[in-house]
DNA sequence: CTGAAAGCGCTAACAT
DNA sequence: ATGTTAGCGCTTTCAG
């Protein structure tokens, strides 16, 4: 493991400045072509790599982005990665990825420590103990800008990349009324977290809307784990009477409640329609198909990821905080349709 | 937007050595307890933040890892990348990301510019059009460790963690041929890559072991995409006579699969039974769940940080390539059991 | 068009 | 137990 090659060595066997070499290694206009040439071909003989750290010293910027998440196991949540990764690497820029298990202390110890790392901005969606932002605010102070997607909060005047999910959630829940459904039961997540508040919103608006009188003990709040999605399907089969209708958070554990309804001879949709949420690939293996809300994973990671590199490269003066709301839509299958689809 | 604090500062603050600071920062035990209590303390008064680039210029050392693979989309990858990020975040190292998207010049791309940015490892999985491995002989050279998972390549003398792909794909064919079936298909996918062609030669063996002769036109060779999925049952679904039973390489391709065989109304198992491989979460909610291969992802990436973590803080000397094989097993569920479970 | 030289913030000999 | 000092490799004025 010999020692590696500088622009010194470089300079030396070329008889030429460090400075010129740096200049032709960054392609600077300013250098002879021929020398650049040169240099380039020194630089590759020779094995030159650039000391990435050296330059990040001098320029004081790390061209590298954090990617701070509740969960890594989660194909909305790698999808969204995946948008992220696609802009970032073009781009240039490093992804440095922490996730938090949806602890609240992860998530504060993983904010300060990509902080020390000097990461030039962080795209991240919040864990859903967190109570607290203040970890966000040495970002703040330092003028590091911070994207947020998914699991937002309003008290932070930040740029955040979301759907509607009350649209969302009042279209699905309409749609199930449309279907027949009367008694609907709402499965969802911890509701500090603005996408289940405002799903569960509009929710309510939509059963409000239709006359249909607001029965508090056919909201379910649990994790969404296996577990706990059979736990919160069996709630459901001791309801008396059985609802007829289910609009839930998620599409894993939306099929998960499907199979335990299934396991105890429920008929579906007939007995139970059933509304998920994300559109992830299981939802059309599932028998019947789940009907689900489509939530554009990719393209919220790559929404988000040109808006903080634009930020990033666009002298960082623009302080104009945003919220953009991409496009969801309800995706209707077999789940839902208690009706003849052409009815 | 002011400027940073440095151990300068709190140098001058404290009518220190730069040296004691600095020393004091990194508890180190020569420095009196005092002193270094009240180095802490001035330094968190002054929102000071240790420069991650002048530390590495200096040690020549990044603390970053790379993760670099085919896709990032896959539920098993992510399983992987949880597993590693768990241990490289506990032992303080970063977690860089790339992924090619099955691309062979996007991986050299890659891998060269993970290279550049000094990476202190590597932990991957090969794409599957790649062919050459040129592109991690600058790891060599210099001597950064390089850990494989999954895909791997025999031609290259590096560790690598993996299951015995031989011997899951051996256990499920005859698993199936228990079951009574004599006409299996093998969908997989690439074999210039192990995984895949070491499953085949499983899967040839337990035939020919138990008196099944080959049939080359049982081996269907696609993509592990929804659309080539489906195509792939097509041509199952027309083959004269049909199969009775499949092993499929990938579950989530299986349960794409199984739902185009409901649709053209075949009973699983009982007209065909099918395995798959991988264990995700869409194994359980199939009808009937999907007997598959337990492809411990998370545990692989474990495994995969903790060895490479031990070879970068142990001396870096140990040169010791190894294999690392992790226990995979067949989990039977109801997709392949055409006889009664307790036959 | 090229060179000299300062300095980014930190660590680690080597002194004291 | 603390201080002095010399770089790590690069970019970037300022001078030619």
Known sequence: MRKDITIY????????????????????????????????????????????????????????????????????????????????????????????LESYEAEVANARNLFHKRIDGLITSLSC?????????????????VIFFDRVDTALDSTAV??????????????????GCSRIVHLTANLTRNVYSERL???????????????????????LTEEAAVASAKRILCMNP?????FITNDFVAAVC????????????????????????ISTVTEPALTTINYPGEEIGMTAARRLISHLEGAGSIHQIQTIVLNSRLIVRGSSQKKAPNA
Chains 1, 2 share one sequence.
């Open 9 to 100: 060595d470089i300079a030396n066997q070329l008889q030429l400045s460090t400075a010129t070499v740096s200049r032709a290694l960054a392609a600077d206009p300013v250098v002879k072509k021929k020398t650049r040439q040169l240099v380039l071909e020194t630089a590759n003989k020779m094995g030159y790599r650039s000391n990435y750290h050296a330059r990040s010293l001098r320029k004081s910027r790390t061209n590298s982005i954090g990617f701070m998440v509740h969960e890594l196991q989660s194909t909305f949540i790698n999808s969204v990665l995946a948008g992220v990764e696609k802009i970032t690497t073009d781009a240039g820029y490093d992804l440095i990825i922490a996730h938090s």
């Open 129 to 145: 103990e967190t109570k607290n932002l203040d970890h966000f605010q040495p970002y703040k102070d330092k003028g590091v800008p």
């Open 162 to 179: 979301i759907i509607d999910n009350y649209k969302a959630a009042y279209e699905a829940t309409t749609h199930l009324i449309d279907q």
């Open 201 to 223: 919103r509009g929710y309510r608006d939509a059963l409000h809307n239709n006359g249909i009188p607001l029965d508090e003990g056919l909201v379910i709040i649990n994790s």
């Open 242 to 246: 059985l609802p007829d209708g289910a």
């Open 258 to 281: 499907m199979r335990t309804f299934k396991e105890y001879k429920l008929r579906i949709p007939r007995d139970i329609a059933i509304v998920g949420f994300n559109n992830d690939a």
